[in-house]
């Protein structure tokens, strides 16, 4: 049985990140592939996981290297679920960064998405109690 390689990329190729993000269902990515290109292209860090050559996989991050690192993408092809890859990617993006003071996330509001980010020493704002924090985000 192939197992999964999971490493940094540096030039993922369009057609792999348009399979891989229509997989999920990302259209707002899928639906601008140069603009898709061009956000992966220019991260600071991306980590993919392979099976036979075939991409199942990928985390991304920006980072200035200090005092920030803003996890933007973690995907799993559905094929691909629930067999550790999505904590091994993360774990790969927080081991790159373990030095960094911030490691920043938005994601969906889903029970499962929070419980998988929780597992892995992140928390919601409102969990650091009242008046310490404050997010914002602006779209479009």
Not at 26 to 47: H, N
Not at 109 to 126: H, K, M, N, T, V
Request: a negative charge.
């Amino acid at each position: 049985m192939d197992e999964f390689v999971i490493g940094p990329e540096s030039d993922v190729p369009l057609e792999d990140l348009l399979d891989l993000y229509g997989a999920v269902g990302w259209t707002a990515y899928t639906d601008k592939p140069e603009l898709l290109r061009r956000g992966v292209a220019g991260s600071s860090y991306v980590v993919t996981a392979r099976l036979g050559g075939r991409l199942l996989g990928l985390a991304r991050a920006i980072s200035d290297d200090a005092t920030i690192c803003y996890l933007q993408d973690v995907l799993v092809h559905p094929e691909a679920q629930r067999r550790g890859i999505g904590r091994q990617l993360l774990t790969a993006v927080l081991d790159r960064y373990r030095e960094t003071r911030q490691k920043v996330l938005l994601t969906d509001d889903e029970p499962a998405q929070r419980a998988f980010y929780e597992s892995l020493g992140y928390g919601e704002i409102r969990d650091f109690g009242p008046g310490t924090l404050r997010a914002f985000v602006r779209f479009g």
